[in-house]
């Protein structure tokens, strides 16, 4: 079996990270472990660890904004295997998940013991999907709006997400420490690759890649 060295592991809920770890640090000795709770810890993870071999990612992590969260990763970090691990379990979900490059698939639900072994094939080269899994033809709309948030630069993109949260201009300027004016160039380019006319209508694009609201919000 393939041993990992680095694994990432992205996800707001401190109990299930504990429960998780405490199953696989024993069965990856030499592993060394990455914790993030937030879009932010992970920006940090993963420019100090671009080399890791895994990163266990949690659809609802604050500020993701479902998959636009993952489309973004798999544009920086290419090279940088991607499980999803959700308390979203349907079939959409997790068809869009594996279209947009995750290279596995993992209902929260799942049984620790299987876990372990879905986290064992993703390093192994291996695709690892929930059984009851039943794969759909993609959807050309929302593939088209995927492919326009992953032509975004990584400040374009964290901008977006900006607006995303409701931010204005200037706060967003002054939390990037850069311009109003560059805020608004900015903007400019990101409704321009969006194909949009303003904010609004950017961020209702983007919701596409929301997850849906049938939900498990955490508590």
């Given at each position: 079996?393939?041993?990992p060295d680095n694994i990432i592991i992205a996800d707001d809920h401190?109990?299930?990270r504990q429960a998780l770890l405490a199953t696989l640090m024993?069965?990856?000795a030499n592993c060394k472990w990455q914790e993030a709770q937030t879009i932010a810890e992970l920006e940090q993870q993963l420019i100090a660890h671009a080399d890791a071999d895994l990163l266990i990612l949690d659809l609802n992590i604050p500020g993701g904004h479902g998959f636009?969260?993952?489309v973004n990763i798999r544009k920086q970090y290419p090279q940088l295997p991607v499980v999803i691990i959700s308390a979203h379990e349907d079939n959409d979900t997790i068809g869009k998940a594996i279209e947009l490059g995750a290279a596995g698939f993992i209902p929260k639900s799942t049984p620790v013991d299987t876990i372990y072994?879905?986290?064992?094939?993703v390093?192994?080269?291996k695709q690892w999907l929930p059984s009851q899994f039943q794969q759909k033809a993609p959807e050309a709309e929302y593939h088209?709006?995927?492919e326009k948030v992953a032509s975004l630069t990584?400040?374009?993109h964290k901008i977006l997400m900006m607006f995303a949260e409701g931010m204005l201009n200037k706060q967003i300027a002054y939390d990037l420490n850069v311009s109003e004016a560059t805020i608004k160039a900015h903007a400019t380019a990101i409704f321009k690759k969006l194909n949009v006319r303003n904010r609004t209508q950017a961020v209702i694009a983007i919701g596409q890649l929301d997850l849906s609201d049938q939900e498990f919000h955490h508590s």
């Open positions: 079996m393939i041993q401190p109990l299930f024993p069965k990856f636009n969260n993952l072994q879905a986290i064992v094939d390093i192994a080269g088209d709006i995927a990584q400040q374009q």
